[in-house]
């Protein structure tokens, strides 16, 4: 018994001593919870500084072998990840090269990607190796790649009819009369066939243009009589170019559509 006793007492005495250390060296308890290093953080890095390479390693799990959005992760996540060959499509025609390196650094939230689900490769590309900062190097040739695998297909401008049947029909009605009631607040919608009879037997041409891509607005500033059609088609990422095309697709048809 005298020996147990013995035993639990130098035990007690060795807790009581490590408590007394850890209270007067407080850093060393949390040198065991230190942050981890910029290696345990981020993945490895792979030699190659070429673009194609970096596309293969770390986005083609989600964007796909071919960029179009259909990676083996891509089914996981929120949001609907984009057909990176497309950047140049939808924005009208012109690879957007700034905002893809932005994307790509981190340094803009994109909505479609909801909490972020991009993962943001600028800590990992500029991680330093044999004393050299690569990063630059592989975020410009990365974005040199997206843009050598860019759709040169542009896209296809819908005639005035499906135009119309699409926007102004519901409206208009289908023979272009104004026999459908119009949504509150608009105004019933005017016969669109008679625009040549009330401007002098002349299709006025460019009102038609200018009411299509800015609108028509009440008297005293008041609400819009009609959906800014130029407005919307800039909202779908159609360039200058595509806009003009379906305003002037839409003013023909109408124009084709005028009583004698």
């Known amino acids: 018994m005298k020996t147990t006793g013995k035993r639990f007492k130098r035990a007690l005495q060795l807790a009581l001593a490590l ?6 060296l407080p850093g060393v308890s949390k040198q065991s919870h230190s942050a981890p290093s910029v290696q345990e953080q981020f993945p490895p890095l792979i030699r190659s500084l070429k673009g194609e390479d970096l596309y293969r390693v770390y986005c083609s799990s989600c964007h796909g072998m071919d960029a179009k959005g259909d990676g083996p992760v891509a089914p996981a996540l929120k949001a609907k990840v984009p057909d990176l060959t497309l950047l140049t499509r939808n924005n ?23 909490s972020r689900e991009m993962a943001i490769w600028g800590p990992i ?28 297909i542009a896209p296809s401008v819908p005639s005035g009819a499906e135009l119309y049947k699409l926007h102004c029909a519901v409206c208009h009605g289908g023979d272009l009369k104004g026999t459908n009631p119009g949504p509150s607040p608009f105004k019933p919608p005017p016969d669109l066939t008679t625009l040549t009879r009330t401007h ?4 006025p041409e460019d009102y038609v243009k200018d009411v299509l891509r800015n609108g028509v607005v009440f008297k005293a500033h008041g609400p819009a009589e009609m959906p800014i059609w130029g407005t919307d088609f800039i ?6 170019r595509q806009v003009a095309l379906r305003i002037a697709n839409l003013t023909n ?6 009583v004698k």
């Open 92 to 114: 009208g025609m012109k690879f957007p090269a700034p905002r893809v390196r932005q994307m790509i650094l981190g340094d803009v939230f994109v909505a479609a990607h909801g």
């Open 253 to 258: 048809y109408i124009k084709s559509r005028q």
């Open 200 to 203: 002098g037997g002349s299709f």
């Open 125 to 152: 590309f500029h991680q330093v190796e044999r004393d050299m900062d690569w990063g630059d190097v592989r975020v410009s040739n990365l974005v040199e790649y997206l843009q050598s695998i860019q759709s040169n």
């Open 19 to 24: 408590a007394l250390v850890g209270a007067a």
């Open 235 to 240: 909202m779908d990422r159609l360039g200058e």
